[in-house]
């Protein structure tokens, strides 16, 4: 059956003449009734600087050169910067900063990409870890041919409070501005028990943390609890070698020399894989004589209950990930018992990524 629409303000008048007089106020009614147009307005995606607008930044912008670029995943890639004149002085920075990163032409009105410095502060090179994100431009920049980005420059500005060593836990004498290098210190930091949380691309401010804490003494014990993509289960059967950064955590805990104190351990998700928490599957990888345990599933916030064990007083969190977890764990750790762990604000740092 067909139907023929007819749009209710165009019946003419002449015709509602020959409809019953109740029925034709009715039809008058909703022609003159405005119609209601929708207020929602779509949502508005914020940039990196709009996101930490409350954080702190320095001054300064500093032009670096892109020297090498390194494939580490089939989408991340690894940039070391390093300073465009000879008798440029270091940038200082903090291990868990991350930088405004602004690419040619200069000067321009563009909004800057925010990236992650991975390597610590006493490193020659600053390394950026950047992941594939067409609709970011900064990003799609960094995603160019490595042949037109090499030895090409780009600026950045150091920002971020999520570092290491944690400001409101250090010692009157131990404190210094979060846009400063660390200092090398003898000092033991004021916390005994270091647990890192990472999920995903969450691991690139600890992995600086992590290199830093390896060229320091005394060390605080570390746990890391590593959430991660493991699609193939290649993770599982000992392929650690596109696992962002793990194949460098490994060679952190399991150093011949000076091994940091702690341990490991991984969360690993495949695809339409178990994510409930009361269907565990254990098991361990071994590699470099360190035993790395393993779950099938996401962190838990009872996992980093755990790894805090004993610890709630002398204890420093370290979160980095999504904003679901972050929020979660964050709010977890610290209401007060018997509704979270009660561990003081002050000791639980987080950091979100989108």
Wanted: charged share 15%.
């Amino acid at each position: 059956m067909n139907l023929m629409i007819i749009k209710r303000s165009s019946l003419p008048q002449s015709l509602l003449s020959h409809i019953s007089p109740k029925i034709s106020q009715i039809w008058l009614q909703i022609v003159q009734t405005p119609t209601k147009t929708s207020t929602m307005t779509p949502a508005i995606k914020t940039t990196h600087i709009d996101r930490t607008a409350h954080e702190p930044r320095d001054n300064s912008l500093h032009e670096l050169l892109i020297t090498t670029i390194t494939p580490i995943t089939p989408a991340i890639r690894l940039f070391h910067l390093t300073p465009s004149q000879p008798s440029q002085p270091p940038i200082s920075f903090l291990p868990g900063q991350w930088v405004d990163l602004y690419y040619p032409p200069f000067p321009s009105c563009q909004k800057p990409g925010g990236f992650t410095i991975t390597s610590p502060p006493s490193h020659p090179h600053m390394e950026l870890a950047v992941q594939q994100s067409p609709l970011n431009p900064p990003a799609a920049y960094l995603w160019q041919d490595p042949s037109t980005l090499l030895h090409t420059p780009v600026r950045i500005r150091i920002g971020g409070s999520f570092t290491y060593p944690p400001q409101i836990l250090s010692r009157p004498s131990e404190q210094q501005p979060l846009l400063s290098s660390p200092r090398s210190s003898s000092t033991p930091p004021n916390f005994k028990k270091l647990v890192l949380v990472a999920g995903g691309v969450g691991i690139n401010p600890l992995i600086s943390i992590l290199s830093h804490i390896s060229t320091t003494r005394p060390q605080p014990e570390i746990t890391l609890l590593y959430s991660l993509k493991d699609p193939n289960s290649k993770i599982q059967s000992g392929d650690t070698s596109q696992a962002l950064f793990l194949d460098r955590i490994i060679n952190l805990f399991s150093n011949q020399n000076d091994p940091l104190k702690g341990n490991i351990k991984l969360f690993l998700t495949t695809t339409g894989g178990p994510t409930n928490t009361n269907n565990i599957s254990t098991n361990e990888i071994t590699t470099k004589n360190l035993s790395i345990p393993f779950e099938k599933r996401r962190i838990s916030l009872s996992d980093v209950s755990n790894a805090i064990g004993e610890h709630k007083d002398d204890v420093a969190v370290y979160i980095c990930g999504v904003p679901s977890m972050t929020d979660q764990f964050v709010d977890g750790l610290t209401s007060p018992s018997p509704q979270g762990l009660g561990i003081d604000k002050s000791r639980v740092l987080c950091e979100k990524w989108w």
